[in-house]
Nanobody
Framework: QVQLVESGGGSVQAGGSLRLSCAAS????????MGWFRQAPGKEREGVAA????????YYADSVKGRFTISQDNAKNTVYLQMDSLKPEDTAKYYCAAGAGRYCSGGLRTAVYNYWGQGTQVTVSS
């Protein structure tokens, strides 16, 4: 059972930056798909970014390309989401997800993942 703990959320003004962290209790498999999703009130959960830990391939939603960067530190079983040039529409609860032993297959579909964190709130004010 993989446990995921997110941290780094908070409130920031538009144009600002935040870095989210996701610490996994373990990497049961040597290669996994790790992803970030977000869900705003009244909206569906959407994929934001993903990374395949086996080779570092990354995937991004069009809405965050060029502004968000996903990265990994395999020694710490941790994935990061650097969010720059934040906009009010980025406001949401952000969730970390793990597809243990799975390829990303695009990385932005919830079906790829079998473990989820509890989420961390990001609020961007105009």
């Amino acid at each position: 059972q993989v446990q995921l703990v997110e941290s780094g959320g908070g409130s920031v003004q538009a144009g600002g930056s935040l870095r989210l962290s996701c610490a996994a209790s373990e990497y049961t498999y040597s290669s996994n798909c790790m992803g970030w999703f977000r869900q705003a009130p009244g909206k569906e959960r959407e994929g934001v970014a993903a990374i395949y830990t086996g080779g570092g391939t990354t995937y991004y939603a069009d809405s965050v390309k060029g502004r968000f960067t996903i990265s990994q530190d395999n020694a710490k079983n941790t994935v990061y989401l650097q969010m720059d040039s934040l906009k009010p529409e980025d406001t949401a609860k952000y969730y970390c997800a793990a597809g243990a032993g799975r390829y990303c297959s695009g990385g932005l579909r919830t079906a790829v993942y079998n473990y989820w964190g509890q989420g961390t709130q990001v609020t961007v004010s105009s």
